[in-house]
C-alpha cells in the first residue's frame, strides 16, 4: 500500500519477468529464493538451485526456499536484504511502466505482509527503489536516502550481531 492504494508492482511474488545475474526471473522472489543458495557448492544444493531457476511461480519457488536440506549460504543474514534489493531494483529499471508509476506515488510505502520482518524489509527496499526511480530534484533528501541505502546494502560481519 502506498498512500492507501494497492500498487501491484511492490509484489516480490508479481510475475514480471526480468534478467539479473545472468538468468530471466519470473519474480523477485524466485530470484530471492535462489539466491540463499547460489554460492554453495555440494551437489545437492547446486541442484536444488538449478530447480528453483527452473520454477515457473513465485509460491512453488519460495516453497524450495524454505529447504534445510540444501545449504543456505553462511552470510545470508548479511546479504538478504541487498539481494532482495538487486531483484527489485531489477525488476522496476526493466519495467518502465512500474518504474513511472512507482515514482509517483506520495507518501509512506506499506509492502505486502510478510514473515518476521520482511514486511519493513520490503517497505524500506520500495522507498529506495522509488526514490531512484525519480529524477534527482524530486528525490527525497541526501540523509533520507543514505539511511534508506545503508538499510539495504550487505552488512557488515564485522559488526555485532544485535547491530545487524
Known amino acids: 500500500m502506498i498512500g492507501g492504494e494497492y500498487v501491484e508492482a511492490t509484489d516480490n511474488f508479481l510475475v514480471a519477468p526480468f534478467e539479473l545475474d545472468g538468468h530471466k526471473w519470473y519474480s523477485c522472489e ?15 544444493t547446486i541442484a536444488h538451485a ?3 531457476i527452473e520454477c515457473k511461480s ?22 538478504k536484504a541487498n539481494v ?4 527489485v531494483k531489477a525488476k522496476f529499471d526493466q519495467h518502465p511502466d512500474f518504474a513511472a508509476r ?4 506520495e507518501g ?19 522507498e529506495r527503489v522509488r526514490d531512484e526511480c525519480r529524477p534527482p530534484e524530486k528525490r527525497v533528501s541526501n540523509a533520507r536516502y543514505e539511511a534508506l541505502r545503508t ?7 564485522t559488526l ?3 547491530l545487524r
Do not use: C
Open 84 to 87: 532482495m534489493y538487486r531483484a
Open 58 to 79: 513465485a509460491g512453488s519457488a519460495w516453497q524450495m526456499g524454505q529447504s534445510r536440506i540444501a545449504t543456505l549460504r553462511s552470510d545470508w543474514e548479511l546479504v
Open 108 to 126: 509512506p510505502i506499506r509492502a505486502a505482509p510478510s514473515t518476521a520482518d520482511w514486511q519493513h524489509v520490503n517497505s524500506v527496499i520500495l
Open 50 to 52: 538449478q530447480s528453483i
Open 30 to 44: 524466485q530470484y530471492f529464493q535462489w539466491a540463499k543458495f547460489a554460492t554453495s557448492t555440494d551437489a545437492y
Open 151 to 157: 538499510l539495504t546494502e550487505p552488512m557488515p560481519s
Open 160 to 162: 555485532p550481531s544485535t
Open 102 to 105: 512507482l515514482a509517483a506515488t
